[in-house]
């Protein structure tokens, strides 16, 4: 199954008074008039409470409530990696492509997680439970190669970690988040 990033995915919306409350929290460490600052906290809360992704209607629900265009939540929303515009596998194997990793042969291993998934890059397994993206540095250069999954780094990756990890996960035995 193909997913075309320009087809448009439905999701219920459901902002509930906990997560409205975290979002006027969010909002409140801004200057009155200046609540687009909490742009990025509010995605970040709006997406984890929504399966890890926003929907377009989704992100216009968001700028309703920081009263700005929905445009500038576009804007951000298309910029930065860590936000999702579809339903994604559960557990996203990032896995850091820049010179480091490289070296250390992150490629051949982003290779090997496809293929024991049965995937291509940036495609979720039919049971959506597994993905593989490619992102740009993590910040964890003298670990390489090395990914990111949920919250958390794995490092010094090997074939026999990336099994252990994917069995882990089958198991339920992997935390995402750090809340």
């Known amino acids: 199954m193909e997913h075309n990033q320009h087809k448009h995915y439905t999701q219920e919306i459901n902002i509930t008074p906990q997560l409205m409350e ?42 309703e409530i920081l009263s700005i265009k929905p445009i ?15 339903p994604i596998g559960k557990y996203m194997f990032e896995f850091c492509q820049t ?9 051949d291993l982003m290779d090997y997680t496809c293929e024991k998934l049965g995937v291509k890059v940036g495609q979720p397994t039919p049971d959506m439970m597994f993905e593989v993206r490619g992102v740009e540095c993590l910040g964890a ?3 390489a190669p090395m990914m990111q999954l949920g919250d958390f780094f794995q490092e010094h ?4 970690k990336i099994d252990q990890l994917i069995d882990d996960c089958k198991a339920g035995k992997i935390t995402l988040h750090d809340k």
């Open 22 to 63: 975290r979002i006027n929290e969010l909002i409140s460490h801004y200057p009155e008039g200046k609540q687009k600052s909490a742009l990025l906290p509010v995605l970040h809360e709006v997406q984890d409470a929504h399966d890890n992704w926003l929907s377009i209607e989704l992100q216009n629900k968001v700028a």
């Open 72 to 86: 500038e939540v576009y804007e951000v929303v298309t910029f930065y990696t860590m936000f999702n515009q579809r």
């Open 99 to 107: 010179s480091p990793c490289c070296q250390r042969g992150v490629e």
């Open 141 to 143: 250069c003298g670990y």
């Open 157 to 160: 990756l090997t074939k026999e």
